[in-house]
């Protein structure tokens, strides 16, 4: 994709979605390879766009801080298998007392007692929100073998207390509440409807495409990663139509965090 395409789309989103709260999440792949992503970041933060990015931290502390003043968001993917997690504690040090920061800790079955080790590590040393993230071994929504006293802690609020709250940040995007037919609210994470089995709401109507859109490497334009409702458009596209109504959920599983994010209801 190239970087004047880019602006090009995302001035057509900024003239739509005028009257609302705008946040870009650029994600991969590992988006901070990309060579044009710093001076696209730079152009969305002084158009008055909130700028987030996903990324496993790989960068050096240098890059890191030439992006830093134009980005509200970070989201830090640790994968034990691969990451250097002395080098992602700087990267978190380098963020986490200027940009909101979060941390999703890919958790392994078979390193699953490194991963928790390390996430007591982090919290006791970071301002950050964290994650034990759940993760799927295929594309049917199936997650990994985990047993059942690791369950227990996937599905529970042990890290949710140790977060510091010394610094407070805009939250585009947070826990979801779930409303009972009774009339009960309670919050959840969207990785408790992962790890607990409850990320099916086929038969909802579905605000993707209303709170969010994504945009494919191909610069492709869907509603979601899910990709229901069919591709909108490219970013090509000399006219986009954005969408105005929900979707109709079809199918069995919501396996995606920024899917699942999105307000559902029946």
């Known amino acids: ?9 995302c001035d057509k989103l900024i003239k739509h979605y005028k009257n609302k ?4 999440e650029f994600t991969g792949g590992e988006t901070t390879m990309w060579k044009d992503l710093i001076t696209l970041c730079k152009y969305l933060h002084t158009s008055g766009v909130a ?17 830093l003043p134009y980005l509200s968001r970070v989201n830090l993917s640790f994968h034990p298998e691969h990451a ?7 990267i978190i040090h380098t963020l986490h007392q200027s940009v909101q920061t979060h941390v999703n800790v890919m958790m392994l079955p078979d390193q699953f007692d490194k991963c928790i080790e390390f996430t007591h590590q982090i919290v006791q040393n970071c301002f950050v ?18 047993t059942e006293a690791q369950l227990k802690i996937l599905n529970g609020d042990e890290f949710k207390s140790l977060v510091s709250t010394n610094i407070q940040h805009e939250y585009y995007r947070g826990e979801m509440t779930k409303e009972f037919a009774d009339g009960r609210r309670e919050n959840y994470s969207c990785t408790h409807f992962l790890s607990s ?9 579905c605000t993707a495409g209303l709170e969010q859109l994504v945009v494919t490497s191909k610069g492709e334009i869907f ?6 409702g069919g591709m909108i458009g490219t970013i090509s596209d000399p006219e986009i139509n954005f ?11 919501c396996n995606c965090n920024f899917d699942i994010l999105c307000t559902k209801y029946k």
């Open 21 to 24: 709260k705008i946040v870009i």
């Open 84 to 90: 250097d997690p002395e080098h992602f504690l700087s």
């Open 51 to 67: 700028v987030s990015l996903i990324s496993n931290g790989s960068r050096t502390t240098t890059w890191w801080q030439k992006i």
């Open 243 to 253: 969408p105005n109504t929900t979707v109709f959920c079809n199918n069995t599983r």
């Open 1 to 9: 994709m190239e970087i004047e395409q880019a602006i090009v789309f």
């Open 129 to 146: 929100t964290i994650s034990t993230q759940p993760l799927l071994y295929n594309l049917n929504g199936s997650i990994f073998p985990y």
């Open 197 to 205: 089995f409850e990320n099916n709401w086929r038969g909802w109507n």
């Open 223 to 228: 509603r979601g990663w899910c990709m229901n």
